[in-house]
T-cell receptor, first 113, second 114 residues
Framework: DAGVIQSPRHEVTEMGQEVTLRCKPI?????LFWYRQTMMRGLELLIY????????DSGMPEDRFSAKMPNASFSTLKIQPSEPRDSAVYFC???????????FGQGTRLTVV | AQKITQTQPGMFVQEKEAVTLDCTYD???????LFWYKQPSSGEMIFLIY??????QNATEGRYSLNFQKARKSANLVISASQLGDSAMYFC???????????FGTGTSLTVIP
């Protein structure tokens, strides 16, 4: 298996633009997590899905952030409009079932200028 | 209260020596998993080792072992025979049976000195 695949790897955008980050989890995994990593705040869980259903989105910073999982093999995290403080590395991770390790994608480094 | 606490922001170890990275956790859920991840300077998150709350023996994976002390709620990572490639950030994490989200610590930066 190719592992968790995220795209793009790097994104530079101007403030106010819409940004869409994409994730393909490992086939067969039924949990998908979106994390944000910054120097100041470390790793923050934004949202996670179980069987394509959002379970907990309490970590989503504000209404500018939204996430979807239309099917078991694809998820998106959208920021609209983007702001400079959204600059971070965004990780997607998936796992097979509860209480088992999650495998991370390579991350998307987002820079909003 | 913090779910995962890593009190060592930075650690140094001599090459070929062993090093212990500390991690304590807080949960009332009887079913949980404990994990360690490595993040090298390239940025990816690499899963290292897993310990289940019901596991009787400490987990081991090659040069990595997890010193699980349930009563003390600690899950320290021991790296034996350190190598230069072990220099990285190390994150301790926990996943509870209820809720299933992962809680991460703030990380420990390990530097291996030749």
């Amino acid at each position: 298996d190719a592992g968790v695949i995220q795209s793009p790897r790097h994104e530079v955008t101007e403030m106010g633009q819409e940004v869409t980050l994409r994730c393909k989890p490992i086939s067969g995994h039924d949990y998908l997590f979106w994390y944000r990593q910054t120097m100041m705040r470390g790793l923050e869980l934004l949202i996670y899905f179980n069987n394509n259903v959002p379970i907990d989105d309490s970590g989503m910073p504000e209404d500018r952030f939204s996430a979807k999982m239309p099917n078991a093999s694809f998820s998106t995290l959208k920021i609209q409009p983007s702001e400079p403080r959204d600059s971070a590395v965004y990780f997607c991770a998936s796992s097979l079932r509860d209480v088992i390790e999650a495998f991370f994608g390579q991350g998307t480094r987002l820079t909003v200028v | 209260a913090q779910k995962i606490t890593q009190t060592q922001p930075g650690m140094f170890v001599q090459e070929k020596e062993a090093v212990t990275l500390d991690c304590t956790y807080d949960t009332s859920d009887p079913s949980y998993g404990l994990f360690w991840y490595k993040q090298p300077s390239s940025g990816e998150m690499i899963f290292l080792i897993y310990q289940g709350s019901y596991d009787q023996q400490n987990a081991t994976e090659g040069r990595y072992s997890l010193n699980f002390q349930k009563a003390r709620k600690s899950a320290n990572l021991v790296i034996s025979a350190s190598q230069l490639g072990d220099s990285a950030m190390y994150f301790c994490a926990m996943r509870e049976g209820q809720g299933n989200q992962f809680y991460f610590g703030t990380g420990t930066s390990l530097t291996v000195i030749p």
